[in-house]
């Protein structure tokens, strides 16, 4: 599938809807909260495939692994937003944490769904988690994201 194939929240807010998050926008977050682990696999791909030496994180000017900086950050993005939602639904539901993996974090949030599709929080929800997603695929997959673009501009 390609990056222009996937939806996104493009401004839409749900506005005097009942639960906070309308049925299509639950939809979308569903099937984005599915797509992430997959995305963050495919960023552990890029991640080793530096740019240039200007990309390696090192703290030092010793010769250290080359990593695609934008590629760290996005995964780290995308475990910090799914932590941080799951933490919400662990103190508002008083369930079991899930492990701090990207996979189980998703499954924990598609669980979870419903609940968090109501609360007074869920547009945000829904907002960190396309935009954490469209940042990740735009470095995971950097030409797709060109073309879209493109598409969207025109000409």
Same mark, same amino acid.
């Given at each position: 599938?390609?990056?222009? @194939?996937?939806?996104?929240? +493009?401004?839409? /807010?749900?506005?005097?809807? *009942? &639960?906070?998050?309308?049925?299509?926008?639950?939809?979308? $977050? @569903?099937?984005?909260?599915?797509?992430?682990?997959?995305?963050?696999?495919?960023?552990?791909?890029?991640?080793? !495939?530096?740019?240039?030496?200007?990309?390696? $994180?090192?703290? +030092?000017?010793? &010769?250290?692994? =080359? /990593?695609?900086?934008?590629?760290?950050?996005?995964?780290?993005?995308?475990?910090? +937003?799914?932590?941080?939602?799951? @933490?919400?639904?662990?103190?508002?539901? +008083?369930?079991? /944490?899930? $492990?701090?993996?990207?996979? !189980?974090?998703?499954?924990? $949030?598609?669980?979870?769904?419903?609940?968090?599709?109501?609360?007074?929080?869920? *547009? *945000?929800? !829904?907002? @960190?988690?396309?935009?954490? /997603?469209?940042?990740?695929?735009?470095?995971?997959? =950097?030409?797709?994201?060109?073309?879209?673009?493109?598409?969207?501009?025109?000409?």
């Amino acid at each position: 599938m390609e990056v222009q @194939d996937y939806e996104f929240r +493009t401004g839409h /807010l749900c506005v005097e809807t *009942d &639960p906070a998050l309308c049925l299509p926008c639950q939809e979308r $977050l @569903d099937r984005q909260l599915a797509l992430l682990p997959r995305v963050y696999g495919e960023l552990e791909v890029v991640l080793v !495939a530096a740019q240039d030496p200007g990309d390696r $994180l090192s703290g +030092t000017d010793r &010769p250290g692994i =080359p /990593l695609n900086g934008p590629a760290v950050e996005a995964r780290a993005a995308i475990r910090d +937003t799914l932590a941080s939602w799951a @933490d919400l639904i662990v103190e508002g539901r +008083t369930v079991r /944490l899930p $492990l701090r993996t990207v996979p !189980a974090l998703a499954a924990f $949030l598609r669980r979870h769904l419903g609940w968090l599709a109501v609360h007074p929080a869920a *547009d *945000d929800a !829904a907002t @960190d988690i396309d935009t954490v /997603l469209r940042h990740a695929l735009t470095v995971a997959r =950097p030409q797709q994201a060109l073309m879209a673009m493109a598409v969207s501009v025109g000409p």
